[in-house]
């Protein structure tokens, strides 16, 4: 009350009240500060542990079993390594239609096949494939080295790796909606066969992509977001070489790009207006081949291509 008189009285005799008064509210908010890190102290201790320094997947409970929540601590760690894969639907999305020039890009195989690098024209590598010892599957990887999980599966239906299926582990379209559960995308199906051509045998193949929509996109085919109703359409097949009766074999014309024999050197055209290429893989030195490729292929489904024929013999 005393106090409340002196308030009124002049200014001069409130501004000490005043600064007391911050005083008082410096005093609460560091003991509000002190307390707010003792608790959270106390939860980082409780998540991460005070002697294993990493986070406990049994003792974070309060949440349904959701791999996204501990991928999440994978992805966090990854970029403060600075080995952040990136969005993998850059890799999935062709370049433009419209564009002329070809994306060349470079494949390394590893001495003993055990991986495979995709690099770019700068020698930057983008994607890297482990293939199973069966060569049935391959596991591709975005970034520079090989993560825990794989971006991309590239399967074969059977031993005879005729048939072989690339599917995106986890949709990009379902996490782009914020979706709790992610499906598995199918991306590209690939036909291998062998057709007779003047007295030699080529290898062929044809390349299946989803059905283009009304606006020019693909559908997304999906077990969890995708439309049950879409279908598949042969985009592309390979290009017949022709059989050369003064050598005996088959040519086929690489336009430079190609610089040693091998049976894995094969090219892509248009099914419905052949002509020029959409895909050129060829040798170029031991375990290095070059890689072209055109809409309507991205990075992973031409990689995967190439994958796939690595069995040509």
Known sequence: KHLGRRRFCSSSISLPFFAMACVVMDAKQGKDMAWYSKIGAAVKDKVQGKDQGCVLPEIVGNVPDDPRQWRGFELAEAMEQGLG????????????????????????????????????????????????????????????????????????????????????????????????????????RLTHYVESVGEGQAFCMDVELPCKLEDGSRAVLCDCCGDASASWSVELTARRPKWNPKHKSLTLDFHGRCSMASAKNFQLEDAERPGKYMFLFGKVAENRFTLDHKYPLGVVQAFAISLSASHWK
């Open 85 to 188: 894969p990136g969005l993998s639907l850059l890799h999935i999305e062709p370049p433009p239609e419209t564009a002329v020039k070809e994306e060349r890009l470079v494949v390394v195989r590893a001495q003993n096949r055990s991986s495979y690098k995709l690099q770019d024209e700068a020698g930057k590598t983008v994607m890297i494939a482990q293939p199973s010892s069966d060569g049935l599957r391959f596991e591709l990887h975005v970034g520079h080295e090989e993560t825990q999980r794989p971006a991309f599966l590239l399967s074969a239906a059977s031993s005879a790796q005729n048939d072989w299926d690339l599917t995106s582990v986890r949709c990009e379209e379902c996490e782009l909606r914020g979706k709790r559960q992610c499906g598995r995308r199918s991306l590209m």
